[in-house]
């Protein structure tokens, strides 16, 4: 069972910026296809951003694109995504969550394999 733990959420203003990070409690995370999804209250839990196990395919929303970068550095078991220019559309709660299947398209949430609690991101205006 793989743990996965997200870091970096908080209080940040319209404009401003927020690095995430999950950090998976295997080694195997290096083969994994990586994803960040977000779910604001009332709504359903939607995709932001994914990444394959070397990080040569990334997806993302068309409301993050140009502003949100995922990465990840499979020797610290740790994929980020980095926010900038964070707008009031984007608080949520963010996940990330791992398939351990090779994935070539956008990943689907009920596709996933493990999740993590989440962390909060609140944008002020």
């Known amino acids: 069972q793989v743990q996965l733990v997200e870091f970096g959420g908080g209080l940040v203003q319209a404009g401003g910026s927020l690095r995430l990070s999950c950090v998976a409690s295997?080694?195997?995370?290096?083969?994994?296809?990586m994803g960040w999804f977000r779910q604001a209250p009332g709504k359903e839990r939607e995709f932001v951003a994914s990444?394959?196990?070397?990080?040569?395919?990334?997806y993302y929303a068309d409301s993050v694109k140009g502003r949100f970068t995922i990465s990840r550095d499979n020797a610290k078991n740790t994929v980020y995504l980095q926010m900038n220019t964070l707008k009031p559309e984007d608080p949520a709660v963010y996940f990330c969550?791992?398939?351990?299947?090779?994935?070539?398209?956008?990943?689907?949430?009920?596709?996933?394999?493990?999740w993590g609690k989440g962390t909060l991101v609140t944008v002020s205006s």
């Open positions: 969550a791992a398939d351990t299947r090779p994935v070539t398209t956008i990943p689907r949430a009920a596709g996933m394999d493990y």
């Open positions: 990444i394959s196990w070397n990080g040569g395919l990334t």
């Open positions: 295997e080694r195997t995370f290096s083969t994994y296809t």
